[in-house]
């Protein structure tokens, strides 16, 4: 098999030749810059790395590091990724750890006195934070909820032609000189719950706890803008792509962010609008990425229109592989599930990392219905050898001769 029929199998609940892997194929599930640099010179490449995702700091997967790790998917990104800031015009500069990178040329975070980074809007005010020898940013903006914006003055965030124009263009070389499963965010909006809370969180949990008006009349607006966004995306890139993503994080590591009730009343009603259009007007399946104790929501999520759960957080409270794959595995995808990104993967040994991909291959891939890939994005600090071993085992124990 392609990795385009490879991925469409397993989708479709299906045992393919091997499990399918994803390498990079969302900002869920990239790598950090400064180990990917790492794993580079491990691997023998000398090419830059880049940084394509500013806010997280991930590093873009070139092509010969997907083949090589076995990677099936690939990605559509649109022009400003994170903050605004057009991925163009390359330009060098350094982690704090010294790694060398290059960013995009209009990323110039003001150097704080204390050493923290500092992102600025257009007018002066401050948008992002790294703090020194940190590894990411972190954002300082009121989203609407978390402001209290009335709904009627929220300025809708539609795609613009141009936007479009460059996803078509992306999604039509990737079919035309590849044979990967290819994958597009939505969005906007981009998180109906967590999202729009970015800023001030505990304010927006608190209005969406004591002001369902407000948060029922904020929630049509924004739909408004899914709906449309929605349109102008599948005219752009139709049946080029398979997957579509969009994020909502419902669970901490113990317990959810909210209850199954709350959810089910506030939330549910406007995702699945959405995602009926989806399925009755594309042919893309439906990927959701929430971290976390998310398994008392999964239920209301397959009833929703989710087809694909990443990351498949096997670490938290309630999610035993087991247990996920009995109850579940006719109706979700498990999209993730490789290794365990806060022990395993960062502290242990490759031969641990090996041992641990092997079991959760062993456990989600019997029936098709799961792609491999880390549990969220690869932090930095993992020791390359790790990464290393996780790809290498998902391609040699993912054959589905030898299971």
Same mark, same amino acid.
């Given at each position: 098999?392609?990795?385009?029929?490879?991925?469409?199998?397993?989708?479709? %609940?299906?045992?393919?030749?091997?499990?399918?892997?994803?390498?990079?194929? *969302?900002?869920?599930?990239?790598?950090?810059?400064? *180990?990917?640099?790492? @794993?580079?010179?491990?691997?023998?490449?000398?090419?830059? *790395?880049?940084?394509?995702?500013?806010?997280? /700091?991930?590093?873009?997967?070139?092509?010969?590091?997907?083949?090589?790790?076995? &990677? =099936?998917?690939?990605?559509?990104?649109?022009?400003a990724v994170a903050f605004g800031i057009r991925n163009e015009r390359w330009k060098p500069w350094k982690l704090f750890d010294g790694t060398?990178?290059?960013?995009? &040329?209009?990323?110039?975070?003001?150097?704080?006195?204390?050493? =923290?980074?500092? $992102?600025? %809007?257009?007018?002066?005010?401050?948008?992002?934070?790294?703090?020194?020898?940190?590894?990411?940013?972190?954002?300082?903006?009121?989203?609407?909820?978390?402001?209290?914006?009335?709904?009627?003055?929220?300025?809708? !965030?539609?795609?613009?032609?141009?936007?479009?124009?460059?996803? %078509?263009?992306?999604?039509?070389?990737?079919?035309?000189?590849?044979?990967? #499963?290819?994958?597009?965010? $939505?969005?906007?909006?981009?998180?109906?719950?967590?999202?729009? &809370?970015?800023?001030?969180?505990?304010?927006?949990?608190?209005?969406?706890?004591?002001? !369902?008006?407000?948060?029922?009349?904020?929630?049509?607006?924004?739909?408004?803008?899914?709906? +449309?966004?929605?349109?102008? $995306? #599948?005219?752009?890139?139709?049946?080029?792509?398979?997957?579509?993503?969009?994020?909502?994080?419902?669970?901490?590591?113990?317990?959810?962010?909210?209850?199954?009730?709350?959810?089910?009343?506030?939330?549910?009603?406007?995702?699945?609008?959405?995602?009926?259009?989806?399925?009755?007007? *594309? !042919?893309?399946?439906?990927? /959701? %990425?929430?971290?976390?104790?998310?398994?008392?929501?999964?239920?209301?999520?397959?009833?929703?229109?989710?087809?694909?759960?990443?990351?498949?957080?096997?670490?938290?409270?309630?999610?035993?592989?087991?247990? @996920?794959?009995? +109850?579940?595995?006719?109706?979700?995808?498990?999209?993730?599930?490789?290794?365990?990104?806060?022990?395993?993967? !960062?502290?242990?040994?490759?031969?641990?990392?090996?041992?641990?991909?092997?079991?959760?291959?062993?456990?989600?891939a019997p029936g098709g219905g799961y792609v491999l890939a880390s549990v969220h994005n690869v932090q930095a600090g993992v020791p390359p050898?790790?990464?290393? #071993?996780?790809?290498?085992?998902?391609?040699?124990?993912?054959?589905? +001769?030898?299971?």
């Amino acid at each position: 098999m392609n990795s385009r029929e490879r991925v469409l199998c397993a989708l479709e %609940h299906r045992e393919p030749d091997r499990v399918p892997i994803d390498v990079g194929g *969302t900002r869920q599930t990239g790598i950090a810059a400064s *180990t990917y640099h790492k @794993l580079k010179q491990l691997l023998g490449f000398s090419t830059p *790395t880049r940084i394509f995702d500013v806010y997280q /700091m991930l590093a873009e997967i070139e092509r010969p590091v997907l083949e090589r790790l076995g &990677g =099936d998917v690939v990605g559509l990104q649109r022009p400003a990724v994170a903050f605004g800031i057009r991925n163009e015009r390359w330009k060098p500069w350094k982690l704090f750890d010294g790694t060398p990178v290059e960013v995009p &040329g209009d990323f110039n975070p003001l150097v704080r006195a204390n050493g =923290d980074l500092l $992102l600025l %809007h257009p007018d002066g005010r401050p948008m992002a934070m790294m703090p020194r020898g940190g590894f990411y940013f972190d954002r300082l903006d009121k989203f609407p909820g978390a402001a209290h914006v009335e709904p009627d003055q929220i300025e809708l !965030p539609l795609l613009s032609q141009e936007e479009c124009d460059h996803l %078509h263009a992306q999604a039509e070389s990737w079919r035309q000189n590849s044979d990967y #499963a290819l994958m597009v965010a $939505l969005g906007p909006p981009y998180e109906l719950f967590f999202g729009m &809370g970015i800023g001030d969180f505990s304010a927006w949990m608190i209005t969406l706890a004591t002001e !369902p008006d407000y948060v029922r009349q904020l929630y049509e607006r924004i739909v408004e803008a899914w709906l +449309e966004n929605l349109r102008r $995306l #599948a005219d752009a890139v139709g049946d080029r792509v398979q997957i579509v993503q969009f994020n909502d994080d419902l669970g901490t590591q113990n317990a959810p962010f909210l209850s199954v009730g709350m959810f089910r009343e506030l939330i549910m009603p406007y995702y699945k609008r959405g995602l009926d259009w989806i399925h009755q007007n *594309t !042919p893309w399946k439906v990927f /959701m %990425h929430s971290d976390g104790a998310i398994y008392p929501f999964l239920p209301s999520l397959i009833e929703m229109g989710v087809d694909i759960i990443n990351p498949v957080q096997t670490s938290a409270k309630g999610m035993d592989p087991v247990k @996920l794959k009995r +109850e579940f595995g006719d109706r979700l995808v498990f999209w993730g599930a490789a290794c365990d990104s806060q022990k395993t993967l !960062p502290f242990g040994t490759p031969e641990e990392v090996a041992e641990e991909v092997r079991e959760n291959i062993r456990i989600f891939a019997p029936g098709g219905g799961y792609v491999l890939a880390s549990v969220h994005n690869v932090q930095a600090g993992v020791p390359p050898e790790n990464v290393l #071993a996780l790809f290498e085992t998902a391609q040699e124990a993912g054959r589905y +001769e030898y299971l």
